[in-house]
């Protein structure tokens, strides 16, 4: 059903649902999706040892950390043990009658998977014909360990004796990371509870440094959607360095000064810090568009900045003025045009917030917040925090420039 044409979201079905299915006796993975995130896991952390047993016995501690988080829904592990073998191991007794692992190789397998007796041509078709055990025969594990193997020398012994016989179960798959097998724990989160960063935030805090302890030799590392979203963050830490120091440089060239530049970029840090506060007043989770919302905004601050330091050049170009009339001359000028203009672009994002969408409240909010409260505290800095800085740099450069003149004074 289209979204528009239903009264109950998604996300309140997927809950229905998974509480009505509750526990599925011997499913491995049991996952319940929407549209808009799917059936995938939120969250994913992943353990690596040597020894299989150890990596098995330190991800069933995990798992069971990861149930006890409050809002973790769907907790699972990548471990899937594959069909049961045996390992085979010729003992003592066994090499001193001759027995050799080719020969019991070659016996045992004659016996359950078949020996060759014969081939039947049948018009094009050519057709083997098998001898082997009957298939209730093959199937008892006792017919395997009483089984004799027969010797070069005519004589057999029994397999009980010519050999060690274990059953096991290895995994499914095994996945490596760094060379050392690993395996995955992870699931999904309830949006309306908590979030995947505060998930992770917890683990790495309780549950993975328990288990890290317990274990000796074991490593662990974040996988999935987090492990995405910080490598993102971690790109954008080595870019947004990079872009601020070409507007550095363009603002320069433009201002003809080294020192206004720095003035005109006072206001990014209140800016971001207002986009993160509107996320803590309005209760939304930080993400990838809360950051570009971030960055979007730190350029409109620095465009009603270079307005402001505009109108005071001319200003003081104009009249010979003192520069506290001539910033406040310059903060009356851009006042009624900062405001408005704020003001405008807040009253037209208001209504985003209130978007239902489930698609929506992912993307589009985050980044609407972050604009919205990056634009009032970036006004608030550009109308008071920028004009007294202008001031103090200003009075800087007046008592820099009287004490080289008392000093050429004194010279003479």
């Known amino acids: 059903t289209e979204e528009s044409a239903r009264s109950v979201a998604a996300a309140a079905v997927e809950a229905q649902w998974r509480s009505r299915i509750g526990y599925v006796a011997g499913a491995e993975r049991l996952a319940f999706g929407t549209?808009?995130?799917?059936?995938?896991?939120?969250?994913?952390?992943?353990?690596?040892?040597?020894?299989?047993?150890?990596?098995?016995?330190?991800?069933?501690?995990?798992?069971?950390?990861?149930?006890?988080?409050?809002?973790?829904?769907?907790?699972?592990?990548s471990l899937s043990n594959g069909k049961r073998h045996f390992d085979i191991e010729i003992t003592e007794v066994g090499e001193a009658a001759g027995l050799t692992p080719r020969l019991l190789a070659g016996a045992l397998r004659n016996r359950f998977f078949g020996a060759e007796a014969q081939r039947i041509v049948r018009g094009r078709d050519e057709v083997r014909v098998m001898v082997r055990y009957p298939a209730e025969r093959r199937a008892d594990l006792a017919e395997l360990v009483n089984e004799r193997i027969n010797l070069p020398g005519g004589a057999a012994i029994p397999l009980a004796v010519a050999a060690n016989v274990v059953e096991t179960q290895e995994f499914d798959a095994v996945v490596r990371i760094d060379g050392v097998q690993s395996a995955e724990v992870g699931g999904q989160v309830d949006a309306d509870v908590t979030t995947a960063t505060g998930v992770m935030a917890q683990l790495e805090e309780g549950g993975v440094a328990q288990v890290l302890a317990r274990y000796p030799g074991l490593s662990y590392a974040a996988t999935g959607p987090t492990a995405d979203i910080a490598g993102n963050f971690e790109s954008l830490s080595f870019t947004v360095p990079l872009a601020l120091l070409a507007m550095y440089m363009v603002l320069a060239v433009l201002l003809r000064s080294y020192g206004q530049p720095l003035i005109v970029l006072t206001a990014m840090p209140l800016a971001a810090a207002g986009a993160v506060l509107a996320h803590l007043v309005l209760g939304y989770a930080m993400n990838l568009a809360s950051l570009l919302g971030i960055v979007a905004v730190l350029g409109l601050a620095i465009n009603d900045t270079v307005l402001l330091m505009d109108r005071y050049s001319s200003i003081r170009a104009s009249a010979d003025i003192p520069a506290v009339a001539a910033v406040s001359g310059a903060v009356r000028q851009r006042f009624r045009p900062i405001l408005m203009t704020t003001i405008t672009t807040v009253v037209a994002l208001l209504p985003v917030l209130y978007i239902e969408s489930e698609a929506m409240q992912g993307t589009l909010v985050p980044f609407a917040v972050s604009v919205l409260g990056g634009l009032v505290a970036s006004c608030a800095a550009v109308l008071f925090l920028v004009p007294a800085v202008m001031l103090v740099a200003e009075e800087i450069v007046e008592r820099r420039g009287a004490g080289e003149a008392s000093a050429v004074g004194g010279v003479a």
Do not use: M, N
């Open 35 to 77: 549209k808009l995130r799917g059936a995938g896991d939120d969250f994913r952390i992943a353990l690596s040892h040597p020894d299989a047993d150890t990596l098995r016995r330190a991800v069933d501690d995990l798992r069971a950390f990861v149930r006890e988080v409050p809002g973790t829904l769907a907790v699972r592990d």
